[in-house]
C-alpha cells in the first residue's frame, strides 16, 4: 500500500481502522485522564454556554467532551464517589453569585437613572411652568393694549397685536400639550442622554441572566430573550443547581 493511498484511508476510516474493538477500547482516553473536563463528565461544561456572548467564558482548559467517556464515568463503580459534583456544584454557584451581584448592580442603576429621571423632569416641568406663565402675561397685556388700540381707531395696530396672540397662543398651547408622562410611571438610562422622548420605556432587569427588559414588550421580542445564549445558559446552571443540592 502506498503512502498516498494510506494517508487517505487514514482521513476517510480513521487511524484505528484496522483495531478490533476492545483494542479501540483500550486506546481511548479514560474518564480520570487530565485532559477530560470533569464538569462535562457531570453534566456540561459551563464553557461551552456563553460562547461569543458578553459572558463568554473562555475556552476550558480540558480539551475532551465526549459522551462515550462520560457514559463510561457514570457506569463505573466510581461515579459520584471522585467528588466531580461537588466541584461541579461550586463552579456553578460561583458563576450564579458573579450574575447575581451584576443583577443588584443592573436594579441600582435602574434606581439611580429614575431618580435622575425625576428631577430632570422637575425641572423641565419648572421651566415649562415658568414659559406658560410668561405667555399668559405677554397675551393678557397685548389683549388689553389691542383693545385700547381698537377704541382709539387704530385697527391696523389692532389686527396686528391680535396676529402676536394667536402666535403666542399657538406657541402655549403647543407647551401644554408638550408635557411628558408622569416620570414616575418611566425609567430611562442615562447614557442614552435623551430623558425627554415619547419612546422612553420602563425598563426591568431578567431576574435569570442580568439583562435589562423592556416592560410589556411585544412576545417576539420576549421570546428572542428567552430563547437567547446567555439567558438559557444561565437557566441550564441555576436548573442544575437546584437539582444537585436535591439530588447529588
Known amino acids: 500500500m502506498t503512502a498516498e493511498l494510506r494517508n487517505m484511508l487514514d482521513e ?38 456563553f460562547t461569543n456572548t458578553k459572558a463568554d467564558l473562555g475556552p476550558c482548559k480540558h480539551d475532551t467532551h465526549d459522551v462515550k467517556i462520560r457514559e463510561c464515568y457514570r457506569n463505573s463503580n466510581r461515579h459520584k464517589r471522585m467528588g466531580y459534583e461537588q466541584n461541579f456544584l461550586r463552579t456553578l454557584e ?26 430632570e423632569q422637575a425641572r423641565v416641568d419648572t421651566i415649562r411652568q415658568e414659559r406658560l406663565n410668561s405667555l399668559t402675561t405677554e397675551i393678557d397685556d397685548l389683549l388689553e393694549k389691542m383693545a385700547q388700540a381698537g377704541s382709539e381707531g387704530n385697527v391696523d395696530e389692532a389686527q396686528s397685536m391680535m396676529k402676536q396672540v394667536e402666535q403666542l397662543r399657538q406657541e402655549r398651547e403647543v407647551i401644554k400639550n408638550s408635557k411628558n408622562e408622569d416620570p414616575a410611571n418611566k425609567v430611562f438610562l442615562v447614557k442614552q442622554n435623551v430623558p425627554f422622548i415619547n419612546e422612553m420605556k420602563h425598563m426591568e432587569v431578567c431576574i435569570v441572566c442580568g439583562a435589562f427588559l423592556v416592560v410589556n414588550d411585544t412576545q417576539t421580542r420576549v421570546d428572542a430573550h428567552l430563547s437567547g445564549k446567555q439567558h438559557v445558559g444561565y437557566k441550564m446552571i441555576r436548573e442544575a443547581i437546584s437539582e444537585l443540592k436535591v439530588r447529588p
Request: net charge negative; charged share 40%.
Open 12 to 49: 476517510l476510516m480513521g487511524r484505528d481502522r484496522d483495531l478490533s474493538m476492545q483494542e479501540k477500547e483500550k486506546q481511548q482516553c479514560h474518564w480520570s485522564d487530565e485532559n477530560v473536563c470533569k464538569m462535562f463528565l457531570v453534566r456540561f461544561c459551563p464553557h461551552d454556554l
Open 94 to 119: 460561583n458563576i450564579v453569585d458573579d450574575m447575581e451581584r451584576k443583577i443588584k448592580r443592573q436594579h441600582e442603576r435602574l434606581e439611580h437613572d429614575e431618580r435622575y429621571m425625576k428631577q
